[in-house]
């Protein structure tokens, strides 16, 4: 490594130090103004995990990323059921979800637009369809 220990450590308190004199604004702007809505305890804990993670894979690999960033991110991809502000082309509806998740690689899927009448009716033929079968295992 190039960096020598004590500016590690030294950008490491600094930031702490940071953080804690200014954890109201960060909190403000990461919970609140980033995305559609107001962040959840489990939404902030699931947002920092990955952020922890992703910063940590790229550390062991030694790849330059930015933590705000990397944060950012996973504030923003809490939003994407909604499209977290990025406009939606579509939504796979629930009862097509197995079908998508066990396509090949380099298979290609069409797209039909549906009514939610219709994909409400899909997922309940899909529902007892998954019932049938679970029941020819419990015997």
């Known amino acids: 490594r190039f960096i020598p220990l004590w500016v590690t450590i030294a950008v490491a308190i600094d930031l702490g130090l940071g953080t804690m004199v ?12 980033i995305g559609k809505t107001h962040m959840t305890y489990a ?3 699931s947002a920092e995990t990955v952020a ?7 550390d062991m690999f030694g790849l330059p990323v930015s933590t705000t960033h990397v944060l950012s991110s996973g504030v923003l991809h809490r939003d994407a059921v909604s499209g977290g502000g990025y406009a939606m082309i579509g939504t796979v509806i629930s009862a097509d979800l197995d079908f998508i998740g066990q396509m090949q690689p380099n298979q290609r899927a069409g797209f039909v637009a549906v009514s939610l009448e219709q994909a409400l009716e899909a997922r309940r033929v ?8 679970t029941g020819l295992f419990n015997t």
């Not at 899909?126 to 079968?133: C, N, Q, V």
Request: no cysteine; charged share 25%; net charge positive.
């Open 52 to 58: 922890m993670l992703t910063i940590g894979a790229a």
């Open 126 to 133: 899909y529902k007892k369809r998954l019932k049938a079968m």
């Open 43 to 45: 939404q902030g804990a």
């Open 22 to 33: 200014g954890w109201k604004r960060i909190v403000v702007t990461v919970g609140e103004k």
